[in-house]
């Protein structure tokens, strides 16, 4: 695929939105509405006894207060896990000795360049958490089995908490006596 001819639109403060024509493989040119951002990153905390850190953020795009793992954006182009590190510590208090990528996440891939990398944090100690003004939420630590249930139901909604619970499923079961 080859822009053919950019129109931008905006820069904001985590995205720049664009208008591109595009060449398709199959030769057809496109006129897309293209969102990009610079990812980010999200992270399942698994404590010793088996619970996971959610989130319940306040999210003005959802309306409300949603349930969802720490994550962030990256930042000046940071490595993916050094977001995971910070926003552990922001977010939920913690710091993790083990870290295993459970890949990445594509949220909206019609539209939006973003990329999600997904972590599992392991080997927690408790550190001061350091949320942003901008920050309303309250971390949670609720049993890794309550957290699948809360995704079965429909309760917890938010995309990169179901896709990392998901691909963390396995190696949780393995931990488990």
Known sequence: MSIEKLTHIFTGRAITVNV???????????????VHHPGGAAIMALDDAGRVCLVRQYRHAANGYIWE???????????????????????????AREWRSLGDFLPSPGFLTEV???????DLTEVANRLEASEVLE????PFEQAMQMAQSGELRDGKTLAALLRAAPYVQTREP
Do not use: S, Y
Not at 20 to 34: C, G, Q, S, Y
Not at 74 to 95: V, W
Not at 116 to 122: D, E, G, K, P, Q
């Open 20 to 34: 591109e024509e595009v060449r398709l493989p199959n030769d057809h040119l496109a006129t897309l509405d293209m």
């Open 69 to 95: 793992f720490p994550a962030g954006k990256i930042d000046n182009k940071e490595p993916p896990l050094q977001t995971a590190q910070r926003e552990l510590e922001e977010e939920a208090g913690r710091r």
């Open 116 to 122: 999600v990398h997904l972590f599992l944090a392991t």
């Open 139 to 142: 971390a949670h630590w609720l």
